[in-house]
């Protein structure tokens, strides 16, 4: 049987955002440690696409941070290869940060799963399953 601790969430991000996330966590762009020199991955009109697309919730999915089930995700192909004008970033330079859907709900933070069947036409999103996390505490810390 599989347990909540065992179910992994893999964070793709660039090897030089290491440090600032070993000082201050993941954070987002609007957190008040957001790392002011943060090396982005991926299709930036994604990105774009992700921070006007507005949730159920009343917040913008781009306010959430990306996490996938699998560390082969299309994505990934990518961010090596360089499609969808993208950068192409060698796989050295690429690194996951790891967790757990347990250490999700021990932490108490919101989260939502997209799916690429519901999202395709607006993110054209690859991913077959997302967990987003809002790593956007109530102090506004992460």
Same mark, same amino acid.
């Given at each position: 049987m599989l347990t909540l601790h065992k179910i992994y969430l893999f964070r793709m991000t660039h090897i030089e955002n290491i440090p600032h996330i070993l000082q201050h966590g993941i954070t987002h762009s609007a957190s008040i440690n957001a790392n002011p020199t943060f090396k982005p991955l991926g299709d930036r009109s994604l990105i774009e696409t992700r921070n006007n697309f507005l949730l159920n919730n009343g917040k913008r999915l781009g306010e959430y941070i990306p996490f996938y089930f699998g560390v082969r995700t299309p994505?990934?192909? /990518? $961010?090596? &290869?360089? +499609?969808?004008? /993208?950068? #192409? /970033? #060698? =796989?050295?330079?690429?690194?996951?940060? /790891? %967790?757990?859907?347990?250490?999700?709900?021990? &932490?108490? @933070?919101? +989260? *939502? +799963?997209?799916? $690429?069947?519901? @999202?395709? =036409?607006? @993110?054209?999103?690859?991913? @077959?399953?997302? !967990?987003? *996390? %809002? !790593?956007? %505490? %109530?102090?506004?810390n992460r």
């Amino acid at each position: 049987m599989l347990t909540l601790h065992k179910i992994y969430l893999f964070r793709m991000t660039h090897i030089e955002n290491i440090p600032h996330i070993l000082q201050h966590g993941i954070t987002h762009s609007a957190s008040i440690n957001a790392n002011p020199t943060f090396k982005p991955l991926g299709d930036r009109s994604l990105i774009e696409t992700r921070n006007n697309f507005l949730l159920n919730n009343g917040k913008r999915l781009g306010e959430y941070i990306p996490f996938y089930f699998g560390v082969r995700t299309p994505m990934l192909y /990518v $961010v090596q &290869h360089g +499609f969808n004008m /993208v950068t #192409p /970033v #060698p =796989a050295e330079n690429i690194v996951y940060c /790891v %967790s757990s859907v347990q250490k999700i709900k021990e &932490h108490r @933070l919101d +989260f *939502i +799963f997209t799916m $690429v069947t519901q @999202l395709t =036409a607006y @993110l054209r999103n690859t991913q @077959l399953t997302i !967990l987003t *996390i %809002s !790593l956007i %505490s %109530s102090t506004g810390n992460r």
